[in-house]
T-cell receptor, first 116, second 110 residues
Framework: DTEVTQTPKHLVMGMTNKKSLKCEQH?????MYWYKQKAKKPPELMFV???????INESVPSRFSPECPNSSLLNLHLHALQPEDSALYLC???????????????FGDGTRLSIL | GQQVMQIPQYQHVQEGEDFTTYCNSS?????IQWYKQRPGGHPVFLIQ?????EVKKQKRLTFQFGEAKKNSSLHITATQTTDVGTYFC??????????FGGGTRLMVKP
């Protein structure tokens, strides 16, 4: 069981659709992350939120738009995606504060996204 | 940016055999973390190493951090089928954030 909940678990969408991925944690963590993971590859960092503010955007295309409505929630809004965007999208959280790279990250189960 | 390299990519072992995966960095790491991802699952944090030469054990798993803090290893003694999965090391990468190594996929034959 994971303490980071992601919905939906699976998503199939067309290239013209708009959809959102959701992530929720109730561990009181103040840092939240979005990763993209292709098959047989490591997770690749996309965005980092620290205290509800976007602190890192790893040059992600604008068709991916993150949002952090409050300290427990993290969304990823999707629009006009490409077939190569098909992947597992993982949300993670960590306690927050300084030196994020020294904090263990707790991952959700991910959303498996397929773009038709 | 800094890269964290991991070898081997794949390892098949017979149940009961030992297994080791290695992680190398071109620059000194302040810390290194290890994660395990089961097939179809998500990465799960195993451990963090911070000190030069540090060795930590979790049952059959032994984690080491090199004296120069540029390499690390994970050793599993007497593998079991429950050890199947991909083991990732993670260290500081570009942007001062955690970057995952390529992972070592462990397969265990019963």
């Amino acid at each position: 069981d994971t303490e980071v909940t992601q919905t939906p678990k699976h998503l199939v969408m067309g290239m013209t659709n708009k959809k959102s991925l959701k992530c929720e944690q109730h561990m009181g963590h103040r840092a939240m992350y979005w990763y993209k993971q292709k098959a047989k590859k490591p997770p690749e960092l996309m965005f980092v939120y620290s205290y509800e503010k976007l602190s890192i955007n790893e040059s992600v295309p604008s068709r991916f738009s993150p949002e952090c409505p409050n300290s427990s929630l993290l969304n990823l809004h999707l629009h006009a995606l490409q077939p190569e965007d098909s992947a597992l999208y993982l949300c993670a959280s960590s306690p927050g504060g300084q030196v994020l790279r020294r904090q263990p990250q707790h991952f959700g189960d991910g959303t498996r996204l397929s773009i038709l | 940016g800094q890269q964290v390299m991991q070898i081997p990519q794949y390892q098949h072992v017979q149940e009961g055999e030992d297994f080791t995966t290695y992680c190398n960095s071109s620059t000194t790491l302040s810390n290194i973390q290890w994660y395990k991802q089961r097939p179809g699952g998500h990465p799960v944090f195993l451990i963090q190493l911070v000190k030069s030469g540090e060795v930590k054990k979790q049952k059959r798993l032994t984690f080491q951090f090199g004296e120069a803090k540029k390499n690390s290893s994970l050793h599993i003694t007497a593998t079991q089928t429950t050890d199947v999965g991909t083991y990732f090391c993670a260290g500081r990468g570009a942007g001062n954030m955690l970057t995952f190594g390529g992972g070592t996929r462990l397969m265990v034959k019963p």
